[in-house]
């Protein structure tokens, strides 16, 4: 699995979560988008004055999990990674994130320069991408795919 493959399944999930160690040194899980794939790497936002922020600052390691049932519930797959942030000023993600998304156009009034914007992508991503064929304890279901590990 390469990595915009990885970028085309969050895409097509939609919606993400992701874990962070919290101000307080306990586990925090919040919902959030994978946005955009530039010079091979994996984009997502946030805005600095949010609790993530100020986590993803002093530990910037995460971990993400994204699924979408499927109509047949046998068929749904999830894919899961560990990665460390990156936050780096970047205006041309800035304005893909913009084009992509109504929601941040419009939050940060379609300013790429907006003081509040900012911008990450993740860095040393290990994950795997998983179905319900293959569960720990459970007969393995040859009928399933192989879960598909990544590295980047």
């Known amino acids: 699995m390469n990595i915009k493959e990885v970028a085309d399944y969050l895409d097509k999930v939609g919606l993400q979560y992701m874990a962070t160690i919290g101000l307080d040194s306990k586990p925090k899980v919040r919902p959030v988008q994978y946005m955009v794939l530039h010079d091979g790497k994996l984009w997502f936002c946030t805005n600095s004055e949010k609790a993530m922020y100020k986590e993803l600052q002093k530990n910037p390691f995460i971990d993400l999990c994204g699924s979408k049932i499927m109509e047949n519930e046998i068929d749904t797959a999830w894919i899961r990674l ?26 940060y009034q ?23 064929g293959h569960v720990k304890g459970l007969k393995e279901r040859s009928d399933f795919a192989k879960p598909v590990e990544f590295k980047f």
């Not at 205006?91 to 994130?97: A, D, L, S």
């Not at 379609?110 to 319900?132: M, Q, T, W």
Request: hydrophobic fraction near 45%.
């Open 82 to 107: 560990s990665a460390k942030v990156v936050f780096e000023e970047n205006r041309v993600v800035k304005k893909m994130i913009m084009e992509k998304s109504p929601i941040v156009h419009e939050l």
């Open 110 to 132: 379609n300013d790429e320069n907006h003081p509040l914007f900012k911008v990450f992508y993740l860095a040393d991503i290990k994950g795997s991408l998983n179905n319900l």
